[in-house]
């Protein structure tokens, strides 16, 4: 039981945009307390009593895997692979968390001003406006800098400097963030993961 509570559950905002993944545990509270339905694999949505009455057959049971199945007192609980929220309101805005992580992400791992790829610790995270004068730490000041142009441009404005960023730093939304395809994902998943980007944070 406790490991059918572990498992991972995509969620899908109203828009049947992958938006997350949760634990079975939070996505079942979630489903409990109607603010998400379940999705099976032919795309049908089920509330948290329609769901149990589909599973109350013992023979439907009999093609779910054990590592899917809750034993409650009165009911058999199947762990849903997907849900779909019904008020996406909080996922939707939800901002990208301003992180070292994700600016990485955003800027693809490339230098903003020679355009090319590096490894992590090739790369440096340049204030585009410098620290030492005034320029902010944020999505807006903040790009993805070669050790070579990092030393190139120094203290200076890419103006100053002769150097022209790539593109301008800006905040992200999910779409920016490309994650690798996950191995190991449910086949339910496919449809929703194949065409988009996404990101993987572990959310309750
Ligand atoms: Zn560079």
Redesign the pocket.
């Known amino acids: 039981m406790a490991s059918a509570l572990a498992q991972r559950v995509l969620v899908l905002n109203k828009h049947w945009q992958a938006v997350s993944i949760v634990t079975a545990l939070a996505a079942v509270c979630k489903v409990y307390q109607g603010k998400a339905r379940i999705i099976d694999e032919n795309y049908a949505m089920y509330d948290f009593e329609s769901w149990i009455e589909t599973w109350r057959d013992a023979a439907s049971l009999a093609v779910v895997s054990t590592e899917r199945v809750i034993a409650c007192p009165n009911f058999q609980l199947v762990v849903p692979e997907i849900i779909i929220l019904k008020d996406y309101a909080g996922y939707q805005h939800k901002k990208v968390k301003f992180s070292r992580r994700n600016v990485f992400e955003r800027d693809n791992y490339t ?1 903003q ?2 355009h ?1 790829r590096f490894n992590t610790r090739e790369l440096n995270i340049d204030h585009v406006m410098p620290l030492s004068r005034g320029g902010e730490t944020s999505w807006k000041n903040v790009v993805l ?2 050790i ?2 990092n030393h190139r441009k120094r203290n200076r404005t890419p103006t100053e400097a002769h150097m022209r960023l790539v593109r301008q730093p800006f905040e992200p939304n999910w779409s920016h963030l490309k994650r690798p395809t996950q191995s190991n994902v449910p086949k339910s998943w496919e449809d929703f993961l194949g065409k988009m980007y996404w990101n993987i944070g572990l959310v309750d």
């Open positions: 230098c001003y020679c090319r800098s070669c070579p142009c």
